[in-house]
């Protein structure tokens, strides 16, 4: 029997320093619920089984100087600020010790090595992304692991792969759904791939009330109002909105769920550096993303509350 694990995970944060908040929540709800969201959805596929059967920045990373693309730093910095709530979703995943994983769109290496050390002797996780920057940096990355797992990685796309198939008992695709053509041709595309009993596991941002600030009432209005004119004018702006959206994903591409995990995160200031790190890159980018869309006066207050030497 198929199945897939969707996980939906977007912070909803403090801001950068104590003049703004004193926390940082982090909140994982059920993808299928009334707010953008963090979850985990399980999922059950009805085929075969039941029968049996980019622009780019130039950066150091793990010492190697590529070309990687310009969401790179965020993502990292992601990956750092929320690590020890990243590494228990890893590990509530359904693994066994000599699952064979596929770790799709693997960037640079952070989920692949943490997939191979839930394994044992005879597991194996291979890491595929179309990138072969990123695949540069992700083998120095996973260089230092020392387990009984093999980790190996394979450049590909998801429609692409080199697979026969009932390759993988778990395919896990973490923070890239949003940037593939479409959603469920991609997991349309994978399901095939899984041994029976197999899963496909997917952790997605929700690009909409992605973090939360403890704004005044009316700038907070006028903010989220310039926010949606922004998205509405890009291409393909649904695809801002896939993770509340993984229910009817999985759905459209025959998977049925299983369960649901809800988990929160907390952060108390003073923040640690990866927290600013990654608070002043959203903030940052929330800046630009809005500066078109929003009147002079809110603008200005919200540069003001997003520069930490403000005094505001």
């Excluded at 100087?65 to 965020?74: A, D, N, W």
């Excluded at 896990?172 to 940037?179: D, M, P, R």
Aim: charge should be negative; include cysteine.
């Amino acid at each position: 029997m198929r199945s897939a694990i969707a996980t939906d995970y977007s912070p909803r944060a403090g801001a950068l320093t104590a003049k703004i908040a004193t926390h940082v929540l982090v909140d994982v709800l059920g993808s299928m619920g009334m707010r953008a969201s963090h979850g985990e959805l399980v999922y059950r596929g009805p085929f075969e089984d039941r029968r049996g059967s980019i622009d780019t920045g130039l950066g150091v990373r793990h010492g190697v100087r590529v070309s990687l693309p310009e969401y790179e730093r965020e993502l990292s910095a992601f990956h750092k600020a929320f690590a020890v709530e990243l590494e228990q979703a890893i590990y509530s995943l359904p693994l066994g010790p000599s699952s064979r994983v596929l770790d799709l769109a693997c960037g640079d290496g952070f989920y692949t090595r943490r997939l191979a050390e839930r394994l044992g002797p005879g597991g194996e996780v291979t890491g595929a992304d179309i990138d072969p920057n990123y695949l540069q940096v992700a083998r120095k990355a996973c260089a230092a692991y020392r387990g009984p797992a093999a980790i190996d990685f394979v450049e590909a796309s998801f429609d692409r792969l080199p697979y026969p198939a009932r390759s993988f008992d778990f395919i896990w695709c973490a923070q890239s759904l949003q940037s593939l053509p479409d959603p469920v041709e991609v997991l349309e595309k994978l399901a095939p791939l899984l041994r029976p009993g197999g899963a496909i596991g997917i952790l997605e941002n929700d690009v909409m009330h992605q973090v939360f600030l403890p704004w005044p009432a009316d700038l907070e209005l006028a903010l989220r109002a310039a926010e949606l004119r922004a998205i509405a004018k890009q291409e393909a702006p649904g695809k801002f909105y896939i993770g509340r959206r993984l229910a009817a994903v999985f759905a459209s591409a025959g998977l049925e769920p299983i369960s649901t995990t809800t988990i929160a995160i907390d952060r108390q200031a003073p923040f640690g550096e990866a927290e600013r790190t990654l608070l002043q890159q959203y903030l940052d980018a929330l800046v630009e993303k809005v500066e078109p869309e929003l009147d002079t006066c809110s603008l200005a207050r919200l540069r003001s509350l997003c520069d930490p030497s403000s005094g505001a």
